[in-house]
């Protein structure tokens, strides 16, 4: 199994998984153009895709969802609140699929099981893929840790887990007093230091690859990520760390049973 954080941020989200010859994209909340440019640039067929999958209805998720799927004629996997809160952004889609929070689905070679999140979205998910052999979780846009979460990312051997801010920015920044409470309320995002305290406990399990993903442009900077990373994951968890960029994609990043 193989993935690329195709870009992430506040300003879009979206995810490359493949498994043998499944290819979905979690999330896309870019244009359906610059998603197709960023697979051509890791050399990906956009007609190869097989599925959008979505972890919930905020724009920075499924902007171009819609116009991706009508394009290219790919089904859309989603919950039915998603779906639902998601239907008038999206327009008309192909194939509409939904799936049941905590019950696992496949899309040919790959089990996907999302979990629930704790975001102010309709009904929103985290997902473990599987190929069989290695596990990749996936889990932005929470605003807490809770046991759920743990419970089904102790598997991975990979994950893309967001770390959106720094507290004492947030508190000190330009947003307005509603959007600061918004940011670090428990259905908000979830803070550098509550991120890689949950990778350290995570990398005493399986995890050997961490990226880092929707970091605030505002309420972060990559120094402190990675300041917080070298005191929480010392180099005896041999795990490997990358901070996903919005501006651009990932390489290619193999899961390792």
Do not use: W
């Not at 190869?48 to 972890?55: F, M, Q, Y």
């Not at 330009?174 to 995570?202: I, K, T």
Request: charged share 25%; net charge neutral.
């Amino acid at each position: 199994m193989r993935f690329s954080v195709l870009g992430s941020g506040s300003k879009g989200n979206c995810t490359l998984v493949e498994a043998g010859p499944t290819r979905v994209l979690i999330d896309n909340g870019f244009s359906g153009k610059e998603i197709l440019d960023r697979l051509r640039s890791l050399h990906i067929a956009p007609e190869s895709l097989t599925a959008l999958v979505l972890t919930h209805e905020h724009d920075d998720h499924i902007r171009g969802a819609g116009i991706l799927a009508r394009k290219l004629r790919l089904p859309v996997y989603a919950n039915e609140a998603t779906q639902r809160e998601a239907e008038a952004k999206m327009g008309k889609l192909p194939v509409r699929r939904e799936f049941g929070v905590g019950e696992p689905f496949t899309i040919d070679a790959m089990c996907i099981h999302p979990f629930a999140v704790s975001h102010d979205a309709a009904d929103p998910v985290g997902f473990v893929l599987s190929d069989g052999r290695s596990n990749l979780g996936y889990c932005t846009d929470t605003g807490m840790v809770t046991r759920l979460i743990r419970h089904h990312l102790r598997v991975c051997q990979a994950l893309v887990l967001e770390a959106n801010h720094d507290v004492r920015m947030v508190k000190e920044g330009p947003y307005p007093l509603p959007l600061q409470q918004r940011v670090l309320s428990s259905r908000g995002h979830l803070a550098n230091a509550d991120s890689l305290a949950l990778a350290a406990e995570l990398a005493r399990e399986r995890l050997r690859l961490l990226v880092l993903a929707h970091l605030s442009e505002v309420n972060n900077h990559p120094d402190l990520v990675l300041a917080e990373a070298r005191q929480r994951l010392p180099d005896e968890y041999a795990v490997r760390l990358l901070l996903a960029r919005h501006e651009q994609a990932s390489p290619l990043l193999a899961v390792d049973p």
